[in-house]
């Protein structure tokens, strides 16, 4: 199995920038297509962004296209997710997930292994 460790939330202004890891330990993290998932107060949990095991598929959420890019380094079993032109619906707990599904899915059900979450805050 994996350990998930998210950081580098935090408060920001709309059209801040901020940029989330996820330190992964336990199994070999390439064999895991990992993924990043959101939580707003009074929400489900929503898909936000995936990235197949090898770092060269990507999947994002139509609401994060073109502003957040999820990447990943297996090197240093870390994941991670840039965000920019941030905006005050972004805001959420942050959260990264681990899969045996060798591909992209945005499907929360295929993902087994879960961190504990980032807060991120965007005010206007």
């Known amino acids: 199995q994996v350990q998930l460790v998210e950081s580098g939330g935090g408060l920001v202004q709309a059209g801040g920038s901020l940029k989330l890891s996820c330190a992964a330990s336990?199994?070999?993290?390439?064999?895991?297509?990992v993924a990043w998932f959101r939580q707003a107060p009074g929400k489900d949990r929503e898909f936000v962004a995936a990235?197949?095991?090898?770092?060269?598929?990507?999947h994002y959420a139509d609401s994060v296209k073109g502003r957040f890019t999820i990447s990943r380094d297996n090197a240093q079993n870390t994941l991670y997710l840039q965000m920019n032109n941030l905006k005050p619906e972004d805001t959420a707990v942050y959260y990264c997930?681990?899969?045996?599904?060798?591909?992209?899915?945005?499907?929360?059900?295929?993902?087994?292994?879960w961190g504990q979450g980032t807060q991120v805050s965007v005010s206007s």
């Open positions: 997930a681990a899969s045996i599904f060798d591909g992209v899915t945005a499907t929360e059900t295929l993902y087994r292994y």
């Open positions: 336990g199994r070999t993290f390439s064999t895991y297509s």
């Open positions: 990235i197949s095991r090898s770092g060269g598929r990507t």
